[in-house]
């Protein structure tokens, strides 16, 4: 039995999200590769495609580290327009985002695109934005093998500052049972570090096999 919950306040976390914090693997590699090749980018474009938690966000942040890259809908010679297939579907932002896309072409700046979904099933209603997409080249980050979900689950665990001895142990207990997704490995991190706050335990497999388990009756 467990002793009464504590309230947990919002503590602010150390964010790693540099180059070295990087984890390559196969799944990720050609988009990192892309990324490292501005400005040789075919017209300037690329789109960077790939489910929730994969790794799009820090690697447009290491984009924007070396370009000067800003978010759209700055006003900037370079731009990153994260959840570009969210972006579309309203036309005065496809208008908008028209109009981005022909002042990079124009004026030799840059786009990355970021987006869960293929170019091909964004819902684009304008004809000329959907014309200009169809040139940007489409790099896609897929599902992670063993050693980038063992490798994210330690990168979420030391941003948290949890001790590596006591991360590696759950992280290896975690990797075979959990749901094989960055952003499910996030989540899952976070929910220790919640419960452990809360009410006092130490971070350990009995307490991850809770958490799995209580994901499951959601």
């Known amino acids: 039995m467990t002793g009464p919950r504590q309230?947990?306040?919002?503590l602010p976390r150390r964010e790693l999200?540099?180059?070295?914090?990087?984890?390559?693997?196969?799944?990720?590699?050609?988009?990192?590769?892309?990324?490292?090749?501005?400005?040789?980018?075919?017209?300037?474009?690329?789109a960077?495609?790939?489910?929730?938690?994969?790794?799009?966000?820090?690697?447009?942040?290491?984009h924007a580290?070396?370009?000067?890259?800003?978010?759209?809908?700055?006003?900037?010679?370079?731009?990153?327009?994260?959840?570009?297939?969210?972006?579309v579907g309203d036309r005065a932002r496809e208008e908008a985002l028209f109009h981005a896309f022909n002042r990079a072409v124009g004026q030799g700046g840059?786009?990355?695109?970021?987006a869960r979904r293929p170019l091909a099933g964004w819902p684009v209603g304008l004809p000329d934005l959907r014309t200009r997409l169809n040139t940007v080249v489409?790099?896609?980050l897929t599902a992670p093998d063993d050693a980038l979900l063992t490798a994210v689950l330690l990168k979420q665990?030391?941003?948290?500052?949890?001790?590596?001895?006591?991360?590696?142990?759950?992280?290896?207990?975690?990797?075979?049972r959990m749901d094989r997704s960055l952003a499910a490995a996030r989540r899952v991190v976070e929910a220790l570090?919640?419960?452990?706050?809360?009410?006092k335990r130490r971070i350990d497999t009995r307490l991850a096999a809770e958490i799995l388990q209580s994901s499951l009756d959601l």
């Open 17 to 46: 999200l540099g180059r070295e914090d990087f984890y390559v693997a196969d799944s990720n590699r050609a988009a990192l590769e892309a990324i490292e090749s501005w400005p040789g980018w075919t017209g300037g474009m690329l």
């Open 48 to 62: 960077l495609i790939g489910p929730e938690g994969a790794g799009k966000t820090h690697l447009a942040g290491l």
């Open 110 to 114: 840059s786009i990355l695109f970021t």
């Open 7 to 10: 309230l947990v306040l919002p």
């Open 193 to 199: 570090d919640a419960r452990s706050l809360a009410e």
């Open 138 to 140: 489409a790099v896609d």
């Open 157 to 176: 665990f030391a941003d948290r500052q949890i001790d590596p001895v006591r991360a590696a142990e759950v992280a290896a207990w975690l990797v075979p």
């Open 65 to 87: 580290a070396r370009s000067g890259a800003a978010l759209w809908p700055a006003a900037a010679g370079h731009l990153i327009v994260e959840d570009a297939d969210r972006v």
